[in-house]
């Protein structure tokens, strides 16, 4: 079952921060969050895997809450090379497929 | 690591025809690959699972004898748009996660323009 994102789209100026949200009817095994350009595949950004987790890498991390389901990638500072489009996948409990939510497009001007 | 090719990166074909992606994990075995389609401005779809020495698992509403996938090794799975028609116009993309290495996210490959005139 498709994950549900929020916002669909968000306008940030340089420097701005944001949050991207992402939650799912269905009890999750992992979340994972990707960063498309427009024309090219999606880049692996990080993986939570227990509930609670927290991760970064320099100015963008991510927050998992397994009991409500929610994980949401937190945007700081922002550049330029932020702007494209992110889409948080679900996992569910075994070797189930990663199933994409809608994505969310950011936009991040000078 | 995790280096997921993909080819070709872009395909015309004339309708009626079929057209062949090839999607190889270079540096992991992968017992397991997913075939994802992207529509403008849409999210990825989930076409199929596709498994290493036995059939593929289709998703709902996905013709299986339209999309053939063969994962004859383990390293390459190669999908088959046959009787291709504009409507399966879009950006098709492979997936593949190192066996046992739950802490990696899925690796894609490029991805694939198909554009069926």
């Known amino acids: 079952q498709q994950p549900v994102q929020s916002p669909q789209a968000v306008i940030l100026r340089e420097g701005e921060d944001a949050v991207i949200n992402c939650s799912s009817s269905k009890a999750l095994y992992s979340v994972h969050w990707y960063r498309q350009k427009h024309g090219e595949a999606p880049v692996f950004l990080m993986i939570?895997?227990?509930?609670?987790e927290q991760k970064g890498h320099e100015k963008i991390s991510a927050s998992f809450n397994e009991k409500k389901q929610q994980s949401s990638l937190y945007l700081t500072a922002s550049q330029l090379s932020y702007s494209g489009t992110y889409f948080c996948?679900?996992?569910?409990?075994?070797?189930?497929?990663?199933?994409f939510g809608k994505g969310t497009r950011l936009s991040v001007i000078a | 690591g995790a280096v997921v090719s993909q080819h070709p990166s872009w395909v015309i074909c004339k309708s009626g025809t079929s057209v062949k992606i090839e999607c190889r994990s270079l540096d992991f075995q992968a017992t397991t690959m997913f075939w994802y389609r992207q529509f403008p401005k849409q999210s990825l779809m989930l076409m199929a699972t596709?498994?290493?020495?036995?059939?593929?698992?289709?998703e709902q509403g996905v013709e299986k004898d339209k999309f053939l996938i063969n994962h004859a090794s383990l390293t390459l799975s190669t999908l088959t748009v046959t009787s291709a028609h504009p409507e399966d116009s879009s950006f098709y993309i492979c997936?593949?996660?190192?066996?046992?290495?739950?802490?990696?996210?899925?690796?894609f490959g490029s991805g694939t323009r198909l554009t069926v005139v």
């Open positions: 939570l895997l227990k509930g609670g």
């Open positions: 596709s498994n290493e020495g036995s059939k593929a698992t289709y």
């Open positions: 997936s593949a996660r190192p066996t046992g290495t739950g802490n990696y996210g899925y690796t």
């Open positions: 996948g679900t996992v569910g409990s075994g070797n189930t497929p990663l199933v």
